[in-house]
């Protein structure tokens, strides 16, 4: 499996970004697939996923839309509202568990397949 982020950026308070997580090498419709982001000093943490439906993490509900494309093999991160402490590298990572199995997770540890990262600042 293989994951590519993109969309770095630079952006002031209150505006917006869009991420992008393109997948090759898979059958895409088979992963969940996820955000995570790692800000400096801090641990990984999850940022939302995607399968049959959404999840989301509670800092970022409402401003952060996860958008999944079957046919394109690409999950997208649309990020408004931002706020400095959404600084961070953002990652894309893709797991075979399923939200059919009732698997809701935001664990890193529960992904195993990863993107390397993408920087997202947010200045004040």
């Known amino acids: 499996v293989q994951l590519q982020a993109s969309g770095e950026g630079l952006v002031q308070v209150g505006g917006s970004l869009r991420l992008s997580c393109a997948t090759s090498?898979?059958?895409?419709?088979?992963?969940?697939i996820g955000w995570f982001r790692q800000a400096p000093g801090k641990e990984r943490e999850g940022v939302s996923c995607?399968?049959?439906?959404?999840y989301y993490a509670d800092s970022v509900k409402g401003r952060f839309t996860i958008e999944r494309d079957n046919a394109k093999n690409t999950v997208d991160l649309q990020m408004n509202s931002l706020k400095p402490e959404d600084t961070a590298v953002y990652y894309c990572?893709?797991?075979?568990?399923?939200?059919?199995?009732?698997?809701?997770?935001?664990?890193?540890?529960?992904?195993?397949?990863w993107g390397q990262g993408t920087q997202v600042t947010v200045s004040s």
């Open positions: 090498g898979v059958s895409f419709d088979s992963y969940t």
């Open positions: 990572a893709a797991t075979k568990r399923r939200f059919s199995t009732g698997f809701y997770s935001l664990n890193p540890e529960d992904f195993g397949y």
């Open positions: 995607s399968d049959s439906g959404t």
